[in-house]
């Protein structure tokens, strides 16, 4: 018989998780703090190994038709001097929403516990977890709880406490605009107009037909807002970077601030194990990356295809063995990529040169 699991947050690990699971012919309860699925942040790019990761799951058609192909990253000074053309291999824009929407639309309704807010585990003689406690005063028993619940991971917590993240050097302010002819005018590229003093550049993504996702993103410690309203917002893109080549004034006129937020980047210092006893992390709760990495949502697919091989095979035993490989090998693979991210981080905050690379980890 298959082991019970519970996943906590119904993010992009906990419904990729639960989609490969069923495929493979389990099943799943998943409790979201939300009402609805997590929905923070505006979009993100896909690449190959996200794309991969999909294709496991049969939804990599489904992503290439609701995202926008990317074929090339362009760096550009704030002057308009092309620094990098660099090739980007099978890689899309796509928005959050669509993405999560297509996610869901793959798992049974009566699978899905919105408004479950994690408080605390029940812990038996064993130290195993016996009861997920949410604030809502329900409580819930399984074999196995997976932490979904992102960077703040309070189930993290519970099994981590003396997990530590790193101090927030760069923040992004994201936005999202609507404008079909700014994505033509874009082309199949991700754009990055870079300060070439460093710790200053504005990002742009297609991320369909007709929305574009964009951010600024700066060094906190040289530049920071102090008014979070829409007016403030606006006001803290004008100031910082209207100035810069087209279309950066008129992406900022045509944003509703309202639906733009603010990103507290950091990384999780990394974790021994990704796992204690019968809690596993996945996603960010396991190793909240940088954004310069480009692989938060990528490895957090990843993560959820190599911790169901482990569960599919839980009927033949071998759970505890299978969940130090799947500690070890996803830790190896992750800690590449902070190590880039951190890496890339240094570059942003510093001043451009020659060998600079384009912000990804691969
Ligand atoms: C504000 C913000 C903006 C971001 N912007 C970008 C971006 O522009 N580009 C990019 O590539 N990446 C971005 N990221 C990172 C990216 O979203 C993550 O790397 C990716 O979603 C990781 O997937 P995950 O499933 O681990 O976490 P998530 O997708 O964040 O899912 C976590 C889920 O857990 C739920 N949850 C949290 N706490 C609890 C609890 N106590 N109980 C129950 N449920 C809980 C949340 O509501 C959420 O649904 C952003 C992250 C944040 C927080």
């Not at 812990?123 to 809502?136: E, G, V």
């Not at 100031?239 to 937020?261: G, M, Q, R």
Request: net charge negative; proline share 3%; with cysteine.
């Amino acid at each position: 018989m298959r082991p019970s699991i519970a996943i906590i947050g119904g993010g992009i690990a906990g419904l990729a998780f639960a989609i490969h699971y069923k495929k493979l012919g389990g099943r799943v309860d998943i409790y979201e703090r939300s009402p609805l699925s997590g929905r923070e942040g505006l979009g993100f790019i896909m690449l190959e190994n996200g794309m991969r990761a999909l294709s496991k799951l049969s939804l990599d058609q489904e992503a290439s038709k609701i995202g926008y192909s990317l074929d090339a990253c362009h760096i550009i000074d704030n002057t308009n001097n092309l620094l990098t053309d660099e090739p980007l291999q099978g890689s899309y824009g796509v928005t959050r929403k669509a993405f999560i929407d297509l996610l869901l639309a793959q798992i049974p309704a009566d699978w899905l516990h919105f408004d479950h807010q994690f408080s605390h585990f029940e812990w038996s003689d064993n130290n195993s977890a016996s009861y997920a406690c949410f604030s809502n005063g329900n409580k819930v028993s399984a074999d196995f709880f997976l932490g979904c619940d992102g960077g703040r991971s309070a189930v993290r917590n519970q099994i981590f406490p003396n997990a530590k993240r790193s101090e927030v050097r760069v923040k992004e302010l994201v936005s999202i605009v609507e404008s079909e002819a700014l994505v033509n005018s874009l082309g199949r590229r991700f754009i990055k107009f870079k300060q070439l003093e460093g710790g200053l550049a504005v990002g742009m993504v297609p991320a369909d037909d007709k929305r574009v996702i964009w951010f600024v993103q700066y060094d906190c410690q040289r530049f920071d807002i102090e008014n979070l309203s829409f007016e403030g917002k606006k006001a803290f893109a004008e100031k910082l970077v209207n100035h810069w080549p087209a279309p950066i004034s008129s992406l900022i006129e045509n944003t509703n601030f309202d639906l733009s937020h603010i990103w507290q980047t950091c990384y999780l210092l990394p974790l021994e194990k990704f796992h204690k006893n019968n809690v596993v992390l996945l996603g960010d709760a396991a190793h909240a990356l940088l954004p310069f990495t480009s692989q938060g949502v990528n490895s957090a697919i990843e993560d959820a295809i190599e911790l169901c091989r482990v569960f599919d095979k839980a009927q033949e035993g071998y759970t505890a063995i299978g969940l130090e490989h799947y500690s070890a090998m996803r830790r190896s693979i992750v800690n590449q990529y902070l190590d880039q991210g951190i890496a890339l981080q240094e570059e942003f905050l510093q001043a451009h040169h020659a060998e600079q690379k384009i912000p990804f980890a691969f």
